[in-house]
């Protein structure tokens, strides 16, 4: 079943412009992924939290969590037409927790 | 990391047929993991693959459905059976590193018509 909700279902922007992407969960995690697909390709591993962490930052991308609210923020900076894609979360929970991806956030990126 | 080689990169089968995806894996692992993902939703498990037992499926899953083969540490085969349209689906497998993090084979994706 999937746990988290993620929102907005379809982004679209300039290029140059930032993208938020959001995620909430329902259950304790261990931590929460994000990942991208392209074209109904192979899912990209993009960046990991931990629950005990609270932002962290990657090149371009900077994730928050805020366990309090079971919630997660995606934000890419200054986008590029190459990041148009659809992005998931996923979230880990429990001793052996499976990953249960979220429904996803379809960006489109114009030049 | 690791990298996953899946093929067929995608298929069309006549309904009542059935289909093999193969997932080789550039390393050894305890666990592949089978996922489906139907148009425009997300990745949904489809089950478990541990070497030298039986997969463990989830709920809505039936090995008679989706047979699954784990002959090496390397390698892993789902079959989607009997296929009707409702199983046009993209098929991804998938492994697991450290905290879970998942790297995926290319996905098969399989028009049933």
């Known amino acids: 079943s999937q746990q988290g909700e993620e929102d907005p279902q379809a982004l679209s922007i300039q290029e140059g412009e930032n993208a938020t992407m959001n995620c909430s969960y329902k259950?304790?995690?261990?931590?929460l992924q994000w990942y991208r697909q392209n074209s109904g390709r192979g899912l990209v591993h993009l960046i990991l939290i931990r629950s005990n962490e609270r932002e962290k930052h990657s090149g371009r991308l900077r994730v928050t969590l805020d366990t309090s609210k079971k919630s997660s923020s995606l934000l890419i900076t200054a986008s590029r037409a190459a990041d148009t894609a659809s992005y998931f979360c996923a979230t880990v929970g429990g001793v052996g927790g499976k990953l249960i991806f979220g429904q996803g956030t379809e960006l489109s990126v114009k030049p | 990391s690791a990298v996953i080689s899946q093929k067929p990169s995608r298929d069309i089968c006549q309904r009542g047929t059935s289909l093999t995806i193969q997932c080789q894996v550039d390393s050894q692992v305890t666990m592949m993991f089978w996922y489906r993902q139907q148009p425009g939703q997300s990745l949904t498990l489809i089950a478990t693959a541990n070497q030298g037992s039986e997969a463990t499926y989830e709920s809505g899953f039936v090995i008679d459905k989706f047979p699954i083969s784990r002959p090496n540490l390397t390698f892993s085969t789902l079959t989607v059976s009997n296929m009707s349209p409702e199983d046009s689906s993209i098929y991804l497998c998938?492994?697991?590193?450290?905290?879970?993090?998942?790297?995926f084979g290319q996905g098969t994706r399989l028009t049933v018509v």
């Open positions: 998938s492994v697991d590193k450290q905290d879970r993090k998942a790297f």
């Open positions: 259950t304790s995690i261990n931590n």
